[in-house]
């Protein structure tokens, strides 16, 4: 497949292969968490911490999270890209 299907630039061709990378991610994040609730599997990742640890772990994640959604709508795909 021609990778012009894919968009018009270098930088939305790379954004839209980019996103194949993060599927993966998300599905290798789930099948490690396999039944497991957000907590228990951050709890196993800190190697059994307390629910306080695993819960700042949370907040941690989603607060990296926000970051790269502002980063992101800061600087668009020929930023991040």
């Known amino acids: 497949m021609p990778l012009s299907l894919l ?3 270098p930088v939305k061709v790379f954004a839209k292969l980019e996103m194949v990378g ?9 099948a ?6 957000a907590a228990d599997a951050v ?11 695993a819960y700042i772990g949370l907040l941690f994640i ?8 502002a980063t992101y709508a ?3 795909d020929a930023g991040v890209y």
């Not at 993060?22 to 789930?30: D, M, R, T």
């Not at 490690?32 to 609730?37: F, K, M, R, V």
């Not at 990742?45 to 307390?50: E, F, R, Y």
């Open 7 to 9: 968009g018009s630039t």
């Open 22 to 30: 993060k599927v993966q991610q998300l599905g290798s994040i789930a």
């Open 32 to 37: 490690y968490w396999g039944a497991a609730t």
């Open 43 to 53: 709890r196993s990742a800190l190697g059994g911490s307390g629910g306080s640890a």
């Open 62 to 69: 989603f607060i990296g999270q926000l970051l790269n959604v």
């Open 74 to 76: 800061a600087i668009g």
